[in-house]
């Protein structure tokens, strides 16, 4: 093997991982927030992807009408849990939220959905529309049981993926789709050539990774995230609102997803289910980080990403056994070194 | 036999189905595939609910048992049946292998593990050539017996159904067994099932492996049902439709694997073939569906389909009553008349820079009943788990029969005679009060898993039982024996746990805070029963707060303030002495 190839290897490896480590992140922030392990990011990452690229092709993308429909689902259970208590303020805020956003969100993609929309307002549409459908979800299906244990709400995860995904494939059909390219710019480095989708790739890694590190590791906000994660009810007890903490997770996590998938929709041809395999490639990076150290959780994501374009190079065939028997050494060596501790569980 | 007469009426009712005239074949298929999705559900209500390891990656080994006799049948030409064993070899080879690696892992980390060896060997058996690649293997031979070869669904229908009915017999007989409590107990958490001197690492890693087998059975009938295996069925979707049957039947119940693979097969059948009529031809929309039901389901009724039938039911299973004449003899130990059980010398135990436990010594003697005393945080819950081995110290001996236990795990410091209660309360809520018990003799009996499976541990089992309601008797709970453990009041179950001690057969007995939380002629009984024990020929060393209680009882106390001995004598010098008063009520003015 020559230098030229090590060099692509290294770069592929880099900008796959780097879009691994941004979901990692979204998995890690969700689970220290809320506890859900989030398998349904990867449908983040192909809504936002393909609703993009659907709106590049002047479309509507369906997954605005499903922002709308779980609008109204989220609405409707609002008003009931809030049934002994109604007050109107209430109902005015929730019907702000959860059905006046959607709907004009709905009108606006409508309005100006066409092949000649500016690439900035299709990202920006998408990035909405998916935000939309993460907010919902947590209000829909783990709102109701966030108090319960890791292992529920990982089973309510799978669910929702099952029905995305299944969704995913009556929004954008089986055939997979490509988006345009962000920016045209190209710079050269002995062999080695940085188009400008790539160049955007790893600087908002970057400053993912900071921004979070520096959110939950200094701002009030950020740490009264972290405590409902410990104990829901100790955050209540000293005023943290931890719905609303749960509902912030959910919304970075599917911009998070929703920003990976516009910047690797022109890179590579994603289909509806493509999202579930790159999230688990996340999921490995951020188990590597044991699910709370956001910097450790970027290093693995771009081990992983490397060890795959390597296997993918010598032995294409075992890619994915490869990179997915790569956690076994990890988990081994994580429960060597912190011995189990005794859970109080239900 | 009345235990068994529902179990006989489901296989004959399972037996007649076929001759029913009439009966559509395709009705035949759908039982073939709720049987075979039962066989792996039900390894995972052991695995899952009983035990509380979540496993998404069992498909796989329904993989590795469906290939072994594709490959063996059509590659060697080996007979269907001498196949079975090698099937189930391997499955349960890769359980040990996976099981190793896997069941270690705590919490979250192990479903998340599976998920990433269930996606890696579906990958596996897609890339392999020998294995047939994505294609897969096809010509698999029938199953056949003499000249009868089992080609039809209706065929093969019986051997499906057997194995259905000998794997739930055998789990029932299993989950009803010394072995069985102890993997109930799992679930709840390691410390107390570890007391009792259960292997926790040993008892996650046999449900693993017979989830596992069962998984492997399943893929070797798929294999010669279908006549052909490729890699789609194993793959992680499958994995996480098994875990649905199971959580939709009801995790921890045997028969909600059945249940729940009969619901969840015949609705995707159903919604398979009417969700295209209702929403045009798209594909994919029963995972919609499923989806979606699974969040539900979870909202509404989080413990399964089966618990809420059981429930509705007009009359309640009998329970058995265990023969208490039957005597399970003493454990075998050193005769301790008189001297020093247990000796601790400068015990330490650090957290971090917090010195939980500061250079403590002291001495529990034969026939005595030792105090440990202290305002909260002073160390005694700490000294506790130093002396049973929960925790390890961070220096000082801890001697019991002039032995030094040189931090031995919790499973060894009981087998020298020491057993334990918890502050917080540690049974399992699910299980009756004398299966609780019983827990606590489980050195005392031999029965292994197998033996139990196939009901060879019966005298074994009775004589545990008997001993378990012999010391519930003993702590006056007969009345409560066969309710449910978390049912009964929080002092209740302390009284639960210190019958659970009992049945160690200990020379020594530590007690913490065994009177918080019961009423006052209730201590009384407690105290009474202590001294009879004690005089019987038994030590205890407790906890307690309730001053009253103690100073009655013990024969000498020793207090700890903020991790440091303050003071050691006979009650009455300890109502004396100064440090004492300024440790519990601050200095004098």
Redo the contacts between chains.
Sequence with gaps: MNTTILLFLLQDGVTNGAIYALLGLALVLVFAVTRV?LIPQGEFVTYGALSYAMLATGQVPGTVRLAVAMGIVAFGLDLFFARKALRARLVLRSAALNIAFPIALLAVTYAVAGPKTPIAVNIALSLLIVAAIGLFLYR??FQ??AH?S???L???S??????????G??FFGAEGLRGPALSNVALTAGPLRFTGQSLAVYGLTIAFIIALWLFFGYSKTGKALRATAVNRLGARLVGIRTTLSGQIAFLLASVIGAISGILIVPITTLYYDTGFLIG?KG??AA?IGG?VSYPLTAVAAILVGIVEAFSSFYAS??K??I???L??PV??L???A?P??????D | MTQRLPLVIFAIVIAVIPFIPGIPPFWIVLLDNIGLAALVAMGLVLLTGVG?L?S?GQAAFCGFGAYTTAVLTTAYGVSPWLTLPASLLVSGIAAVLLGI??V??????L???T???G??LF??FS?LEFLGRNDGISGIPPLSIGGFRMLSPDTIYYAIWIAVLIAAILTMNLLDSRTGRAIRAL?????AAEAFGVQTPRAKLLVFIYAAVLAGLSGWLYAHFQRAANPTPFGAQAG?EY??IA?VGGAGYVWGAVLGAGIVVILKEVLQSYLPYIFGG??????????????LL??LA?SGVWPWLMSRLPFKPARKTPDTSLKLPARGRAPATSGVLLHIEKARKQFGGVVAVNDVSFEVNAREIVALIGPNGAGKSTTFNLITGVLTATSGKIFVLGKEVENAPPQEVVKLGVSRTFQHVKLVPDMTVLENVAIGAHLRGSSGAISSMLRLDRADEARLLAEAARQIERVGLSDQIDQLAGSLSLGQQRIVEIARALCVDPMLLLLDEPAAGLRHLEKQRLAALLRQLRDGGMSVLLVEHDMGFVMDLADRIVVLDFGTKIAEGTPAAIKANPDVIKAYLGAAA
């Design positions: 392990i829909i299906a109701p049981i319960t890791v292992l529920v990982l089973i309510a799978v669910g929702c993926h099952l029905a995305l995904q299944g969704l494939l009556v688990l999921f490995i188990i699910l065939n075992f994915e056994v990179v997915f028997t956690i076994l988990l081994v994580r429960s060597l912190a189990a501790v005794e859970e109080e569980k | 509380g979540t998404f690696v896997t270690r892992l705590s919490g979250h980390y479903p998340l593990g998920i990433a060896w996606i890696g990958y596996l890339k679930r709840r958490g390691h410390v996480i875990l649905f959580v798209q594909s994919q929309l029963e995972t919609i569906v499923f989806g979606i039901m699974l969040v979870l909202q989080p």
